[in-house]
């Protein structure tokens, strides 16, 4: 699984465990701001490496968020 980290609230938001697309989406635009189409292909192809299909799919659909988001 992919383990990147991100906080909600001031706690760890583990990949994965439960976090839809749309919440890492969300988070990544406040973290990464334009980078984070960047950092979300980065994980999906991660995932995918590491052969977890579960967090692929929440990381390629996080990608898909953040590439469309304005």
Do not use: N, Q
Not at 28 to 42: H, L, Q, S
Not at 54 to 63: C, D, L, Q, V
């Amino acid at each position: 699984m992919a383990s990147v980290p991100f906080e909600k609230d001031g706690k760890a938001l583990p990949v994965g465990a439960g976090a839809g697309a749309e919440v890492l989406a969300v988070l990544m635009r406040r973290r990464f701001g334009t980078k984070a189409p960047t950092v979300a292909a980065w994980c999906a192809m991660l995932a995918w490496s590491e052969g977890t299909d579960a967090s692929y799919r929440i990381w390629t659909e996080a990608f898909k968020l953040v590439r469309h988001a304005k």
